[in-house]
């Protein structure tokens, strides 16, 4: 008897071609409806839990960067022992005496400051100088149009992406208030910019005569608070363009405000001396330790006709890559540093005093000697423009006049006028005594 085989039975789908169209398109709604409410739409977190955030990643980062230099100083040599390397030395002058090697210890004990129980300063006379140097930035920047035409030409530079289109300023306030610098403290540090004023078992203390204190790299260090409550602002405007599959496919207009609204944290200045070896000049070391509190205002507006207004997934972008970019400048371990030119004075850098009142002579009636003040000294020297003006009009009016009543005459022979006898032939030899003539034939 023959077995017949018979093939199985495919299962027939539950859900027919348009029905699981139907649910495909209903499930791509909703994942766009998800991504615009939470991503877009979302609620941002409070600025206290952001800030805490970050300043806790901003320490931890700031911890193991130190971690990894004591780990680093374990496993090397002490720095010292490279000094006493023979090095090939310089002949030199046997007139200019050259003063002892000053140590941190020695400028602290020489100045009587004591970094263990000196005192906070206030810095009152400080912020009334940074004050006077900022109004006149401002007053100067509403003079001219320098820091907008700067400002547009650094956003349009060869770094700005394809998919932007021209980015224009819209509104920039450089704010009414000014900065508040206080509890300023002297800290000594070492050359990676760690403190040398702890102790072995942690207690605050300063040891001078300790061989941290006296290695090469040890500096002294200013910190002091900063404090800034204003509205810093900058407003911009482009356009997102999109050219795929062809240029121009779509275009959508953004515009973006950025407010600071406060900065507060503690700014750390120091001095690095300059090296004859490695020919670098003195440098002055400025950064913000890690525990700095820095808010924004952020407004956005995208779109033309159906316009989307201050979205806070946009906000927490810009703000992140706001500190982002001042994380990775001027916060701790990273420094900015400042060439300084050379504090010896010269002629060519003097000003005021006695400049105004160079080249008075005996026509103005006063002495050149002393000094007046930069406002007189300008009228002196305006007075003395007009005097000498003056002169030389007069000086020419009479050549005019001369010149019109007098014939040319010969350089080398003159005629007599007023006191010949009247005769063609008598003349007179320049420099002759009065009344000796000269006949010479003619």
Known sequence: MATTETCPMKPEPTLSFTQGLIVGQISVVLLIAAFIKFFIFGDAPS??????????????????HRQSLLTLRSVTPNPTDRHQQPTLNKKKSSILRSPPTLT???????????????????????????????????SDAQQDDAILTSLTKALNGTSRPDFLDEIKVTELTLGEDFPIFSNCRIIPVDED????NTGPGGEKRFDANSTRAKQEGSRLQARMDVDLSDMITLALETKILLNYPKRLTAVLPVALAVSVVRFSGTLSISFIPSNQSQATPTMMTFSFLDDYRLDFSVRSLVGSRSRLQDVPKIAQLVESRLHRWFDERAVEPRFQEIALP??????????GGDDPLDGIGSG??????????????REIARELRAEEARRELRAETAAGIRHELSPPENLRYRRARGRGDGSEG?????????????????
């Open 47 to 64: 600025p206290e839990i952001t800030a805490t955030i970050r300043a806790a990643e901003r320490r931890s980062r700031t911890l193991s």
């Open 364 to 377: 103005s009636g006063s002495s050149g000697s002393g000094s007046a003040g930069k406002g007189k000294g």
């Open 426 to 442: 008598s003349f007179s030899m320049p420099g002759s005594l009065p009344d000796m003539a000269l006949n010479l034939p003619t």
């Open 342 to 351: 050379s504090l010896w004075p010269r002629k060519r850098n003097t000003r």
């Open 104 to 138: 941190i210890g020695s400028i602290l004990n020489k100045t009587y400051y004591n970094v263990d129980s000196h005192q906070p300063e206030s810095l009152d006379w400080f912020n009334v100088l940074i004050a006077q140097t900022i109004a006149q930035f401002r």
């Open 193 to 196: 910019g760690l403190s040398l």
